[in-house]
Nanobody, 122 residues
Framework: QVQVVESGGGLVQPGGSLRLSCAAS????????MRWYRQVPGKQRELVAA??????NYADSVKGRFTISRDNARHTVYLQMNNLKPEDTAVYLC?????????????????WGQGTQVTVSQ
């Protein structure tokens, strides 16, 4: 199994910054697409940012404030969040896609983090 450890959430004042980390472990051959979502109760889950190789995309609500990056050697994806706003408050979830090593042909995997709470408030 590919396991994911997510960290970096917390309480921050408006205008502050946080960096989220999500690291995968297990028999991983390589990583493909890495995504950050956020979930607010009563609202649809939102794709915040995604990265594949050097290609990135962002939700309109976070463009210019958030930056997604990856460390392929460590199987880790980061989300740097600057100028945080109260409306950024949510549970942030990472989703990692890649290729897993098996005794037979290598197979794709789709792994999710446990979620980390980000609260932006005075």
């Amino acid at each position: 199994q590919v396991q994911v450890v997510e960290s970096g959430g917390g309480l921050v004042q408006p205008g502050g910054s946080l960096r989220l980390s999500c690291a995968a472990s297990g028999s991983i051959f390589n990583m493909h697409t890495m995504r950050w979502y956020r979930q607010v109760p009563g609202k649809q889950r939102e794709l915040v940012a995604a990265i594949r190789s050097d290609k990135t995309n962002y939700a309109d609500s976070v463009k210019g404030r958030f930056t997604i990056s990856r460390d392929n050697a460590r199987h880790t994806v980061y989300l740097q969040m600057n100028n945080l706003k109260p409306e950024d408050t949510a549970v942030y979830l990472c989703n990692l896609e890649g290729v897993e090593i098996t005794p037979g042909p290598y197979v794709d995997f789709d792994a999710w983090g446990q979620g980390t709470q980000v609260t932006v408030s005075q």
